[in-house]
């Protein structure tokens, strides 16, 4: 069933009201008609409403609403992911797979091997498409939040921004001990904020690595193999999934 994001306001008594983008998407995307079902969530709520289409309008679709649940969707910790900006689309890819995943926040990071550098303008349209991504990863899941991507950070200012934070990891090809990272993640309790930093394709420096340890932040292992800036992201998300779950 397709979901959308509502806000409060588009809440009034049995009716469900969508405006925006969605509209164009409901009518002439996905070329859906009165009496069709779907679900619309108020993430300001934390509701999801089962509906049924009514009209269609040029600015506006209305709804009935059938039923409402609470929200169950969401991990039971927030999940913030500290991306190390890669090249090409590479982004786009663990946006949407982080997402799916559970992550609460991205935060972009600029780190010292880095191969993309981005000046203020393209930063931000950048972002601005990233957000896009996440809503429609969002939707497709099931989410009842839409997770934020942040303005690109330097290295320094991520370690602070997630100082606050719980539990911080940061996986590095040459840490070793598969155990103690097995039990760092089995100590990983629901309510916690995490962090996770993932470097770009050229990896963390050293120094990175020294000033992330001076912030409490944990180097872990992903094993035996080197693994891509994708991939790397998808399987610590991965495990603190199904462990939290």
């Known amino acids: 069933m397709y979901q959308f994001f509502i806000e409060p306001s588009g809440i009034q008594g049995g009716q469900i009201t969508i405006t925006g983008s969605d509209v164009n998407h409901i009518k002439n995307v996905l070329r859906m008609r009165a009496g069709e079902k779907i679900a619309a969530v108020s993430e ?49 890819l663990i946006l949407q797979k982080a997402v799916e995943l559970g992550c609460f926040e991205v935060v972009p990071v600029a780190c010292r091997r880095c191969v993309v550098k981005l000046d203020e303008k393209k930063q931000k349209s ?21 997770p934020r991507v942040h303005e690109v950070m330097q290295f320094s200012q991520a370690l602070s921004y997630a100082a606050g934070m719980d539990v911080k990891l940061i996986p590095y090809e040459q840490a070793e001990n598969m155990s103690g990272t097995r039990k760092i993640l089995d100590s990983v309790e629901p309510g916690q904020r995490i962090a996770v930093f993932i470097g ?46």
């Open 126 to 146: 950048r972002v601005q498409r990233w957000q896009g991504i996440s809503e429609a990863a969002a939707k497709q899941s099931g989410r009842r939040i839409i």
């Open 200 to 245: 770009p394709e050229g990896g963390f420096e050293e120094a990175e690595i020294e000033e992330a340890e001076g912030a409490g932040v944990i180097p872990v292992t992903l094993g035996r193999r080197i693994l891509r800036t994708e991939t790397a992201a998808i399987t610590v998300l991965s495990w603190l999934m199904y462990h939290l779950e």
């Open 44 to 92: 300001a709520e934390g509701r999801k409403y089962l509906c049924e289409i009514q009209k269609l309008e040029e600015d506006a679709v209305y709804c009935r609403m059938l039923s409402a649940e609470e929200a169950d969707a969401e991990l039971p910790s927030k999940i913030f992911l500290f991306q190390g900006l890669p090249k090409g689309d590479k982004m786009e």
